[in-house]
């Protein structure tokens, strides 16, 4: 699906750090572009499984698990990508009102896969997300890939069919300095084996930023000594703070809520954000 510019935008977010929002920002983004009037697609590949719980709720999750309508059968080829298209969970979300959100739910399973505890005989290539999401045929505006912080053959399989990838980074040394530096790093080293299809970085957004924290903002600051290289980098909306309100945005409510009830004090920046990235995408 990377190459030329169709309908449905892929985009895979990932940082080689774990701990840094990027399941959150997955989720306000889909919330957000789906209030803005686009049809969103959530693929949730990180074992962990916690976009899947923020969107559905861990009751529902376990459900779609023992029926099988979870990512886990088709990497383990046990069902076919046409199969698979029926596993999609339409309208998901704890959002009120919106109905434009649909998942391909992660599973626990998909551990087996990242670690390399496959049974004799078992790959997964490189391709085969491409050929599930291929199956689509217009159903999605956007399609939004939650990766696992680690650079697996599922991460692959994200970067692979992704014609754009998002760095969340908490604006501290390991998270920003060297691990969204090895992001690129590793991308880039991706897209030299397929300069046909380069999958292009959208940008950096900086996640639980802290005010108060010395080390926040002078990362933070425009080109200063240590963050230089990663500046051109950094969307123009680009600083999401950390807040309870952000912090309980992850807990999913079976009671509706808006998204200025979702994301309290941080409505308006998603939304700028994600006009932003839609101007990219587009762009």
């Known amino acids: 699906m990377a190459g ?22 997955t989720v306000a983004l889909a919330g957000t572009f789906a209030i803005q009037g686009q049809r969103v697609l959530v693929v949730d590949i990180d074992p962990q499984c916690d976009t899947s719980i923020m969107l559905v709720g861990p009751e529902k999750l376990e459900e779609l698990h023992k029926k099988g309508r979870t990512l886990a059968p088709f990497f383990l080829q046990t069902k076919d990508a046409d199969e698979l298209v029926d596993c999609i969970e339409p309208q998901v979300s704890d959002l009120r009102g919106v109905h434009n959100i649909s998942l391909l739910a992660s599973d626990m399973k998909l551990a087996d896969i990242q670690n390399g505890l496959l049974t004799q005989g ?103 000594k240590d963050n230089a290289h990663l500046w051109k980098y950094m969307l123009r909306n680009h600083i999401i703070p ?36 839609d101007q990219r995408f587009t762009g």
């Open 242 to 277: 950390q807040t309870v309100g952000l912090t309980e945005a992850a807990e999913y409510d079976s009671d509706k809520r808006t998204h200025g009830e979702k994301f309290p004090g941080l409505s308006k920046s998603f939304h700028d954000l994600a006009t932003e990235l």
């Open 122 to 224: 078992q790959t997964v290539p490189r391709a085969a997300l491409t050929r599930l999401l291929g199956q689509l045929k217009g159903m999605f505006d956007l399609v939004l890939i939650d990766c696992p912080p680690n650079f697996s053959i599922l991460t692959q399989n994200a970067l692979a069919t992704s014609h754009f990838y998002i760095i969340p980074a908490i604006p501290d040394y390991l998270s920003l300095i060297l691990a969204a530096t090895r992001t690129m790093e590793y991308v880039e080293r991706l897209n030299i084996r397929r300069p046909k299809n380069p999958v292009k970085l959208a940008g950096i957004v900086i996640t639980k930023f802290q005010s108060n924290n010395r080390i926040h903002r002078y990362l933070t600051e425009k080109r200063n």
């Open 4 to 25: 030329s510019a169709p309908a449905t935008k892929v985009v895979s977010i990932l940082n080689l750090k774990g701990g840094v929002a990027k399941t959150t920002l």
